[in-house]
């Protein structure tokens, strides 16, 4: 079995927050933090930096480390096509523009169609993966303590 890390990241400018817009199997719209696979040995911290420039085209720096979810998908048939992004662990990190300039994305993640930035009270009209994130993303920005989100068994 293949566990697969991802680092993401929560960017808040001006009271917004920046998603990855997607699209599902089903043809549906969803949202995800930007962020991705952890390379081996590379640094979780370096991971989530990285793959926030790949799929934004924002540099970032890392505030600190604020959530773990873990993500299991349970469909048999999805498992067999992608063996090492069937369960996963999301390491959730708070971070901030480094500056405003923004670089061509070079690596969008397969289903992602763009990236934005959401009005933070909006949140709760998205379609936002992991599930738990849409519940409580207000409570891990404003926490002091990292938070555990739990496992969510994706169909």
């Known amino acids: 079995m ?7 990241a929560i960017i808040i400018e001006n009271g917004k927050v920046l998603l990855n817009k997607c699209i599902g199997k ?28 790949e799929e934004s085209g924002y540099r970032i720096e890392i505030i600190r480390f604020a959530a773990l979810a873990e993500e299991i998908y349970d469909d ?12 996963r662990i999301h390491h959730i990190f ?9 670089y061509k994305p070079t690596e969008t993640d397969m289903h992602q169609l763009e990236c934005v930035w959401v009005d933070i009270n909006n949140i709760s009209s998205l379609d936002l993966r992991p599930k738990p994130l849409k519940i409580k993303l207000i409570d891990i920005i404003h926490s002091e303590k990292p938070l555990y989100l739990g496992t969510v068994h994706v169909l």
């Open 26 to 53: 089903c043809n549906e719209i969803y949202y995800d933090l930007p962020g991705g696979g952890q390379n081996q040995f590379e640094e979780m911290e370096d991971a989530v930096k990285r793959e926030c420039l």
């Open 94 to 102: 708070i971070a901030k523009l480094t500056d405003k300039s923004v």
């Open 76 to 87: 048999s048939e999805l498992r067999k096509q992608y063996y090492d992004y069937t369960h």
């Open 2 to 8: 293949a566990i697969r890390n991802a680092a993401k």
